[in-house]
């Protein structure tokens, strides 16, 4: 099952395509739903049969379309909305939590998440996403008037999904529906968790682990955080994980999971020796980002585009600075 349905997804991401719903393996649907205007094209729910009911991981993008394909989903595994026991949710991001107060509200499933992506604790620890956002801004130089559109551009974002109260609390090791195991794999978001379904050989990684491209760091809003080496850390976990197949939150499986999540990882430290040499030429993290080789050259990238690379910047510097490798003296914001 796993060739086909990396060679039919990957064809429709390819092709900037949502592909259809299908089950992946016994006792698991892949539902994929659309990511209007997004470069990721579609974002990928999960259903899950475990000894304790049906289990959702991840829940879409609060939009009609998206609810539709959740609806679709659903029917194609010959569920109901009331049959879904719980939705967990790899981290808090509006893209994977967006449709689950509206499955909770229509159908009962219980919400779970890990107690750092919670946004009660997280507003009590680090303050909401936009104070956080302002805040890794200030901390990486970016000047006035690059800094109000970018926070501009966000507001519809930090609109969108903080207000979600969870039912349940997930940490490392706990097992959802007695099957799945949880795996607290931060480095993307504080509190993102992977989860383990031993039986199938399945992994589940949300955003931590995609089939291409750069995992975006979180936001190094407070002195301690440190993304990037927390990311390399759960990278090189999943590397040593037995699985027979990774089902990421976008893009297509991974059928090969531990050396795609070491290619990531070489490509991890070579952003961070990149960043070191644009460091020596360059004081904050907002002037290294400018320095740095993104997917569009920096001239021609919009104020989103910029908003994810100084964050990006940020979070290697701060990993860099944290191994002794850049001077002290270089802004990240640690004092
Ligand atoms: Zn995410
Ligand atoms: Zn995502």
Same mark, same amino acid.
């Given at each position: ?58 829940? #879409? ?12 989903? @659903?029917?194609?595994? #010959? ?61 990486? #130089? ?5 800094? !109000? ?21 997930? &940490? ?16 993307? &978001? ?32 407070? +002195? ?20 027979? @197949? ?58 989103? !585009? ?20 850049? +001077? ?8």
């Amino acid at each position: 099952m796993s060739i086909p349905l990396i060679t039919e997804q990957s064809a429709a991401f390819a092709r900037g395509s949502v592909p259809p719903a299908r089950q992946v393996a016994d006792g698991v649907w892949s539902i994929p739903v659309p990511l209007t205007g997004s470069p990721l094209v579609s974002m990928f729910m999960y259903l899950v049969e475990t000894p304790g009911g049906l289990v959702l991981v991840d829940a #879409g993008f609060d939009a009609e379309d998206a609810w539709q394909a959740l609806l679709a989903g @659903l029917r194609a595994a #010959g569920a109901a909305p009331s049959e879904v026991a719980a939705t967990v949710l790899t981290h808090n991001h509006p893209d994977h939590i967006g449709l689950a107060d509206r499955l909770r509200a229509e159908g009962g499933a219980a919400v779970a998440i890990h107690p750092l992506d919670c946004f009660a604790t997280q507003r009590a620890v680090r303050g909401g996403f936009l104070d956080q956002l302002e805040r890794t801004l200030l901390r990486a #130089g970016v000047p006035d008037a690059d800094r !109000a559109p970018m926070l501009r551009s966000a507001r519809r974002l930090a609109a969108h999904s903080e207000s979600l109260v969870p039912d349940l609390l997930l &940490t490392e090791g706990d097992a959802v529906g007695g099957t799945l195991q949880v795996l607290h794999t931060p480095g993307h &978001t504080y509190g993102h968790i992977s989860l383990r379904d031993h039986r199938r050989g399945l992994l589940f990684t949300g955003d931590l682990l995609m089939p291409t491209g750069e995992p975006q760091l979180a936001p190094a809003s407070l +002195p301690a955080d440190d993304p990037g080496a927390d990311l390399a850390a759960s990278l090189d976990r999943i590397a040593g994980l037995r699985a027979d @197949l990774v089902l990421p939150g976008h893009q297509y499986p991974i059928a090969d999971h531990a050396r795609r999540a070491r290619a990531v990882l070489t490509a991890h430290r070579a952003r961070l020796a990149e960043v070191t040499g644009a460091a020596a030429r360059a004081g904050t993290a907002w002037e290294i980002a400018a320095l740095l080789s993104w997917p569009r050259p920096w001239p021609d990238m919009g104020t989103t !585009a910029k908003r994810f690379a100084v964050v990006q910047t940020l979070g290697l510097l701060r990993a860099l600075q944290r191994g002794g490798v850049v +001077p002290a003296s270089t802004q990240t914001g640690s004092s």
